[in-house]
């Protein structure tokens, strides 16, 4: 069936280092992959989105990388800085679809 | 900047009252979605509503459900007999773009506990 799941629950960096959360997703229909970023006490927030003709996308201080014959998504953040602290999601699409299928959510810990 | 925003933040009831959640999507989205996040778990779909009807819906979403646009901006989520169950935070979203299923902009959701 479908799933999509992430390998660290918690992830604790220093301030100014790079970040890489990772997720696995079991569905190989699944064409549209999206990472959220949810704050305490608020919605999602968008982060960046990338298709699966692409293996790698980046915005600014983020890049996601996408991993077809594994099935696994990454995000990299570089430079963390606090205001990064927050649990990240990734959610996959599948064509043709509205909805979308979010993972577990890894939490985001930025030591100063 | 433009934001979807949520009414109530927080509602208490009993179990087997009927509930309204009220979201006011940002004003030139044409997509709008109801998700809910029972306390420490996944955001999970509930409903997708597209030209004044559902256009897809998941297995949560069941008869005691229903979702309403009945002016031009608010988008409502009816839970008619709600159970404890249903206690978690129901999130509000929008979108523009068809082709962009995933850029969705959230609201900062309503809690609703069910006693």
């Known amino acids: 069936g479908e799933s999509v799941g992430l390998h660290l629950p918690t992830l604790s960096v220093q301030e100014g280092d790079n970040s890489i959360i990772n997720c696995a997703y079991s569905?190989?229909?699944?064409?549209?992959f999206i990472w959220y970023k949810q704050e305490s006490g608020k919605g999602p927030q968008f982060i960046i989105d990338i298709r699966s003709n692409m293996d790698k996308r980046q915005g600014q201080r983020v890049t996601v990388l996408l991993n077809k014959t594994v099935k696994h998504l990454s995000l990299q953040i570089a430079a963390t800085q606090p205001g990064d602290s927050a649990v990240y999601f990734c959610?996959?699409?599948?064509?043709?679809?509205?909805?979308?299928?979010f993972g577990s959510g890894t939490r985001l810990q930025v030591q100063p | 900047e433009p934001e979807v925003t949520q009414t109530p933040s927080h509602q208490v009831t009993q179990m087997g009252q009927e509930v309204i959640l009220r979201c006011v999507p940002i004003s030139n989205h044409l997509y709008f979605y109801w998700y809910r996040q029972i306390l420490g778990q996944k955001v999970e779909f509930l409903v997708s509503?597209?030209?004044?009807?559902?256009?897809?819906k998941s297995e949560i979403f069941d008869d005691q459900f229903s979702v309403e646009r009945p002016d031009g901006s608010n988008f409502t989520l009816k839970i008619r007999s709600t159970k404890l169950e249903d206690s978690a935070m129901y999130f509000c979203?929008?979108?523009?773009?068809?082709?962009?299923?995933?850029?969705?902009?959230f609201g900062e959701g309503s809690r609703l506990t069910v006693l």
């Open positions: 569905n190989s229909a699944s064409d549209y």
């Open positions: 979203a929008s979108t523009y773009d068809r082709g962009q299923a995933g850029e969705l902009f």
């Open positions: 509503f597209y030209n004044n009807e559902i256009s897809e």
């Open positions: 959610a996959e699409n599948l064509t043709g679809r509205r909805a979308l299928t």
